[in-house]
């Protein structure tokens, strides 16, 4: 049976790439709530009595999609798979809970990254809005400055990696997030990785972890 892994961060602390990395080189699936909510964010939730009737409209307005939304789409994808990465909950600790009802983990890495070295990562994220390529200004920028190396599409800065909304993103981490990273590390199970080392240095520590969980 595959490993149960649970990969913790703030947005932009490389949560995302170590993933892939990780299902890749251990044969898991990468479990990531957003991807899962992007791809129903035209979802009808009229009927579950909340504020907006899409999950579209809260990510619009930077706010978290519901709990009850989030549970059903992680309970899904965490019972189709055999081992998994997962990235991007539990984002508070009702979910953190309810995580621990569904499912048994293997390993919890929290991937920890200073504020500033988020904000940089994440106002300077570009996007392909045809073919979904992702590049960094800095740190990974395209061939032709503004056009996708994959299909030539004009590259697009997400309305959500704009420096305030970056800000409140973060705001909204710490608030909601950053005390399901004290929940583990009071259980004993957190293992913290310096998530401001290379890539690749970030990703030889993860997989020390994941082979001896």
Known sequence: MGKHIL???????????QSKRLAAEFD???????????AN??????????EYDTPR????????????VVNEIVKTALREADGYVLDGYPRNLDQAEYLTEITDLDA???????EDELVD???????????????????APPEEEGVCDECGAEL???????????????SV????????????REEGVLVEVEGEQTPDDVFEDVAAVVEDA
Do not use: W
């Open 7 to 17: 990969l913790l961060g703030a947005p932009g602390a490389g949560k995302g790439t």
């Open 57 to 68: 409209e809260y990510m619009d307005a930077g706010e978290l999609v519901p709990d009850d």
């Open 41 to 50: 964010k035209d979802m009808d939730i009229s009927d579950m009595d909340f």
């Open 108 to 114: 919890v890495v929290y991937l920890d990254v200073s």
């Open 156 to 170: 697009i800065q997400r309305d959500d990696d704009t420096e305030e909304t970056v800000r409140e993103r973060l």
């Open 28 to 38: 898991l699936e990468h479990v990531t709530t957003g991807d899962a909510l992007r």
């Open 173 to 184: 981490y710490r608030e909601n997030t950053e005390p399901v990273v004290e929940h583990y």
């Open 121 to 139: 990562r994440l106002t300077g994220r570009r996007v392909c809005p045809d073919c979904g390529a992702n590049y960094h200004v800095e740190f």
